[in-house]
Antibody
Framework: EVQLVESGGGLVQPGESLRLSCAASGLTFSAYWMAWVRQAPGKRPQWVASIKQDGSERHYVASVEGRFTISRDNARNSLYLQMNSLRAEDTAVYYC?????????????WGQGTLVTVSS | DIQMTQSPSTLSASVGDRVTITCRASQSINSWLAWYQQRPGKAPKLLIHKISNLENGVPSRFSGSGSGTEFTLTISSLQPDDFATYYCQQYSSYSPYTFGQGTKLEIK
């Protein structure tokens, strides 16, 4: 069974940093694009970032460009999201998602999510 | 940026009803359209990709159709498990608005 388990969420103040992790199991992690998708309370999901199988290509939504960094460790079957200079509008549940072999934005499998709250 | 607009925002229906949700893209997305189901407190679940292809394990009462900029999700006979929020998603290009705003399917 494929599992994606996120961790690292919590309450932080504006301007602080947080690093999210996603542990994958039950799949050939290195074969797939991976993505982070977030969902603010009562809002639609919003794609945040995607990373290619070997990490050579990364894409970000404009609102996080320069503040967030997506990375992966295929040896550890793990995906990461380093979030710096956090803002109140970054408050959301952050989901790790397994995308396709070529469909970078099509999220076939999702984790259970981890809540990030940015508030003073 | 491609914008995705769903209608209606809320839909009230009864078990056994046939329901249809519409999704419109602000420009052509060819066949790169997916539908997700989300239950309260849970992650979205991919139901359909490439307009009409059901994911493994998704009941056949779900179907998708459309082309270009207008797409529909149809549930042929509503079951109790189907009352949830449904999102369309374009995956043709990066955009902050890949997902529609959602349609909440409620019990009448």
């Amino acid at each position: 069974e494929v599992q994606l388990v996120e961790s690292g969420g919590g309450l932080v103040q504006p301007g602080e940093s947080l690093r999210l992790s996603c542990a994958a199991s039950g799949l050939t992690f290195s074969a797939y694009w991976m993505a982070w998708v977030r969902q603010a309370p009562g809002k639609r999901p919003q794609w945040v970032a995607s990373i290619k199988q070997d990490g050579s290509e990364r894409h970000y939504v404009a609102s996080v460009e320069g503040r967030f960094t997506i990375s992966r460790d295929n040896a550890r079957n793990s995906l990461y999201l380093q979030m710096n200079s956090l803002r109140a509008e970054d408050t959301a549940v952050y989901y790790c998602a397994r995308a396709g072999l070529q469909d970078q934005l099509l999220c076939h499998i999702w984790g259970q999510g981890t809540l990030v709250t940015v508030s003073s | 940026d491609i914008q995705m607009t769903q209608s209606p925002s809320t839909l009230s229906a009864s078990v056994g009803d046939r329901v249809t949700i519409t999704c419109r893209a602000s420009q052509s997305i060819n066949s790169w359209l997916a539908w997700y189901q989300q239950r309260p407190g849970k992650a979205p679940k991919l139901l359909i990709h490439k307009i009409s292809n059901l994911e493994n394990g998704v009941p056949s009462r779900f179907s998708g159709s459309g082309s270009g900029t207008e797409f529909t999700l149809t549930i042929s006979s509503l079951q109790p498990d189907d009352f949830a929020t449904y999102y369309c998603q374009q995956y043709s290009s990066y955009s902050p608005y890949t997902f529609g705003q959602g349609t909440k399917l409620e019990i009448k």
